[in-house]
């Protein structure tokens, strides 16, 4: 079976109303995609918590997939009536052949090596060359499948950092991968706490699937035990509302993690966190940076 795609150039502020005539239209699915990806004009989209998604960029690709027997022009005229009085250029047409789609979903998500010693892999890989530590980590509901340059500048912190029966906080766990990354690196006790249940869910799975041994807990609930290490991937905001009780829960002499952060972005960070710690940068990967801090007497 083959799809009628669609194609429409359109710029960042139409998207929605386009999307919408689409659906209304008999589209199947609609994909948005940034029209300059791979050129100098790419622009990234990075949100903090609070702020609305945002589906679109100056430059749009809006492309509706439809059923193989959907009229072209037919489409085009109703769409171009329901977005009046936007204009629309004719979208361009493609067949797309029925597909393995679960297979081909796959194929985006290959092992990825993190160190000489580490290896993330999906479930469905068929890895080839070996690693000490290996990871089983399918992409699902929580951040964390170690491809951001964010996690694994935290995965390389705990490799050179951890010691044997550190206690371990991780802090936003998101999929769970610290902690998992942790408890093979050898730490002690690892808490994993997320305000997200879906983050819980996930946590717990992969740990199960790992066969490792964590302390997954709700943020709700509070935790006021202070660990060796405490580690956050999360964002600025939530890390600067966060700071008091990221403190806390640091033991004296123990170290803090900070990541989830732009590099025009740290040195605010770095000045707060000095209240409690002090504070360099750990590592760069692209234009994300990682924080470390000890905590002061």
Known sequence: MAWLALEFSV?????????????????????????????????????????????????????????????????????????????????????IDDQDWVRLTQQQFEPIRISKKLRISPSWSDVTDSAEIDIVLDPGLAFGTGSHPTTQLCLRWLEENITRRDSIIDYGCGSGVLGIAARKYGAGKVVCIDIDEDSLVATRYNSERNKVDLEVRSAERGYHIPGDVVIANILPSPLKVLAPLLSRLVKSGGKIVLSGILEDQSQGLIDLYSQWFDMSKFQSMDDWVCLQGTKLA
């Open 11 to 95: 710029r960042g502020v139409d998207v929605d109303i386009l999307s919408d005539a689409l659906f209304n239209a008999g589209a199947i699915s609609v994909d948005v995609k940034d029209a300059d990806e791979g050129s100098t004009e790419e622009q990234a989209i990075y949100l903090e918590p609070g702020e609305d998604a945002a589906l679109s960029w100056g430059h749009n690709i809006v492309l509706g997939l439809f059923d193989k027997d959907a009229m072209a022009d037919q489409i085009f005229s109703v769409v171009t009536d329901a977005v009046a009085p936007l204009t629309l250029s004719k979208p361009l047409e493609n067949w």
